[in-house]
């Protein structure tokens, strides 16, 4: 992915916070949570939930979603989802969740709209179990997961960045628990759960990389 400017990030988080007609005063503070974010994107020990992700899903929302409230929604979730991201903990995405609601409601957005966002985010928990999520929140999860479908070697660096991000856990465990995620994602009838991606070749570019990385992991 070549370099994206800072105003990349800056033109999608102010034109989703526009759309819903906040207060003129609050301009001060819409800035100060979008500096607090990016940098949190941009820790050094991110090596796949990073910016370049972050830039990857706007730049799907741009290209799938047309619907101008579902597009500022997903921005702004996009812009969450991933605020918080500690291998090691469990509840990233209820975190994450409740910071966006905090900062949303700072920044007076309708309620509906915050309940809909906070949602979006908790399901990118990614559970085996892809029942019971709205259209809203499935096509969300269908772009978070598009990575699945990329080329094979920006699946291999996909695979590494990942590895980095888990270099805490030792190896043998960490193949087991990649391996299990792997399994369980290959049971599922389709990866991607919306229509977002129905008219494409992503499903067979999914389960292709899935199952190449399961065959060549030697525990």
Do not use: C
Not at 49 to 65: Q, T, Y
Not at 141 to 153: G, K, N, Q, V, W
């Amino acid at each position: 992915m070549p370099v994206i400017s800072p105003y990349f990030f800056s033109n999608h988080w102010f034109s989703a916070l526009e759309f819903f007609e906040l207060p003129n005063n609050n301009s001060d503070i819409q800035n100060q949570y979008l500096v607090k974010i990016l940098d949190a994107w941009n820790a050094d020990d991110r090596y796949y939930h990073n910016l370049e992700h972050l830039a990857d899903m706007l730049i799907k929302i741009d290209e799938n979603i047309d619907n101008a409230q579902q597009k500022a929604i997903y921005v702004l979730a996009a812009f969450f989802h991933d605020y918080i991201y500690i291998p090691e903990n469990k509840d990233n995405e209820e975190v994450s969740a409740n910071m966006a609601e905090s900062v949303l409601k700072l920044l007076h957005l309708p309620e509906a709209d915050i309940d809909a966002i906070k949602k979006i985010i908790l399901a990118t928990r990614h559970s085996s179990d892809s029942s019971g999520f709205s259209a809203l929140e499935s096509a969300f999860i269908d772009i978070d997961l598009s990575i699945l479908a990329a080329e094979p070697d920006k699946y291999q660096e996909y695979i590494q960045k990942i590895r980095k991000e888990y270099i805490h856990i030792p190896d043998h465990l960490f193949k087991m628990g990649r391996k299990a995620f792997l399994e369980s994602m290959l049971l599922r009838d389709t990866f991607f759960i919306s229509a977002i991606f129905a008219d494409t070749d992503m499903e067979t570019k999914a389960r292709n990389n899935i199952s190449t990385e399961l065959k060549n992991i030697m525990i």
